[in-house]
């Protein structure tokens, strides 16, 4: 595969591991980290594995650093992966055996619950801690505090992590043998026989580790699609069943570096065509198998995201007029730059909603009840559409209110809570979405419609000075 092709295999598996990061608080927490892992490694292999990172790798020379060091790096995280392969297959096997395991907690992460206090008092932590996990706990607090922790059992993982140890030591002790350099992109060993088989050895316990971390895998991969019910979950089981054995193909073609290696010394770096039909065919059905199974949720995250944020941003005409007349209504203060995005659009666009309608009850003593004359003269100049009558009447009293209640005019205590423009003509939205989807029409109006300008005109220059009494605007001659 060509480098730009690696590059953008790289980001895929980099997303891929920022989604299973976020996922630990839904999903299973050691499936969610062994998948971080084996991406984000991956990501960083194929960075440093491909064509123009290894090449642009020959001017380290001149920082005295081994041009083949960053090939050595990327060996050493693809083999890490690999071992984080081979910790998921161990989850995926056994998933009854983690929930034992995670039993297998600290006393210092325990979280006594009120029946579990008074053994504490009495008992001291550690002792108070193995008689609720072992009588059980009535209140459920270790039970609960313990199914949110699962995870391998521990020999299993020191056995991975051991084997992991060996493999990259003999690794280490065979390239130091090899001391192989770097031409263009492939690897040459020493001219002698024993470097050439090093060089070989080095490649071939590559393979071997690689092969065995895959079909762990792939057994179990295997044996879940098989169990699952016909639906999206078990056609994308099936594509990262099919991206594993296209990955074994791909890493079983290695025999033939691991051939060339003994016989000229040399590792290609570049890859032949079938072994790159090979590696487009494993990413191509990994991607379609996350898709199907992982990124959908992350899609529809994302979109979320985007929507709520759009929605926010939407009210931000409004709102900042309103807070501007009203400071009051602000719930907690901005912590973060005013052009930066909300880190949390969801529930920064509810704050902003309940600001509005605060506000709104407010400016609810500032009506004034000459708006719908103002605004029947006004639509008589700009008549507005049907769709738009009931948020242009709404609007018309809302600006009214503001200019009001911004020129520091006395509340008007005549005017009746249950006036026409008091009440907003539309029922509340049953969901955020709904109410989020009204007011931003309602600020589009607002800040758009030239009825509504006109309305906020006159209602500027009929409000009186806050030293003057406020005259029976009904009676008012002049009005």
């Known amino acids: 595969m060509s480098g730009l092709v690696l590059y953008g295999v790289a980001l895929f598996f980099a997303l891929s591991a920022c989604h299973f990061a976020r ?16 991406t984000a490694l991956l990501a960083a292999a194929l960075l440093l594995l491909a064509p123009p990172t290894v090449q642009a790798a020959d001017r380290l020379h001149r920082l005295g650093i081994a041009p083949a060091v960053p090939v050595l790096l990327g060996d050493v995280l693809r083999i890490g992966a690999a ?18 395991n995670s039993r297998r907690i600290s006393a210092r992460r325990w979280a006594p619950g009120r029946a579990c206090r008074r053994s504490v008092l009495v008992l001291g932590r550690t002792w108070a801690f193995r008689r609720c996990v072992q009588a059980g706990c009535p209140a459920s607090c270790a039970r609960r505090e313990l199914s949110d922790t699962p ?18 030591g003999v690794r280490a002790v065979l390239f130091v043998a090899a001391a192989p350099g770097l031409d263009a992109s492939d690897l040459t060993a020493a001219p002698s026989t024993g470097a050439r088989l090093a060089l070989a050895g080095y ?15 792939l057994r179990q991969l295997a044996r879940l699609a098989r169990a ?48 790159g039909v090979l590696g487009l065919l494993c990413v191509a059905l990994l991607a379609a198998g996350l898709g199907t199974t992982v990124w959908p949720a992350a899609h529809a995250a994302v979109r979320g995201w985007l929507r709520a944020h759009r929605r926010y941003r939407a009210l ?39 600001e509005i309608h605060d506000a709104r009850l407010i400016l609810r003593q500032h009506l004034d009840p000459r708006t719908p004359r103002w605004l029947a003269a006004a639509a008589s100049r700009f008549p507005p559409s049907a769709a738009r009558a009931g948020a242009t ?30 009440e ?25 419609c030239p009825a509504v300008a006109e309305v906020r005109a006159r209602a500027r220059a009929a409000v009186p000075s806050p030293a003057a009494p406020d005259p029976d605007p009904v009676a008012s001659p002049a009005r």
């Open 393 to 422: 009447a709404e609007a018309a009293a809302l600006a009214a209110a503001l200019e009001r209640a911004a020129a520091g005019a006395r509340p008007n205590p005549d005017t009746p809570r249950t006036a026409p423009a008091a």
């Open 23 to 38: 996922g630990r608080r839904t999903n299973p927490r050691a499936i969610a980290r062994y998948s971080c892992y084996a």
């Open 83 to 100: 071992c984080a392969i081979r910790l998921l297959a161990g989850v995926l096997r056994d998933p009854e055996g983690v929930s034992d």
């Open 151 to 168: 995870d391998l059992p521990r020999r299993a993982v020191r056995r991975q992590l051991a084997l992991l140890a060996g493999v990259l």
């Open 203 to 217: 490649t071939a316990a590559g393979v071997l580790y690689l092969a065995y971390c895959l079909t762990a895998l």
């Open 424 to 448: 907003p003509p539309h029922a509340l939205g049953q969901d955020l979405e709904s109410e989020a989807d009204h007011l931003a029409h309602l600020t589009r109006v607002y800040a758009t």
């Open 316 to 354: 931000a005409p409004l709102w900042r007029d309103l807070h501007t007349v009203l400071p009051e209504i602000a719930l907690a203060p901005a912590s973060r730059l005013p052009l930066l995005p909300p880190r949390d659009p969801q529930f920064a666009l509810y704050r902003r909603i309940i």
């Open 228 to 275: 699952a019910a016909p639906g999206r979950q078990r056609s994308g089981l099936r594509l990262l069943t099919l991206s594993l054995v296209a990955g074994l193909l791909w890493n079983a073609w290695g025999v033939d570096d691991v051939v060339q290696a003994a016989a000229t010394g040399t590792q290609a770096g570049a890859e032949d065509a079938l072994c």
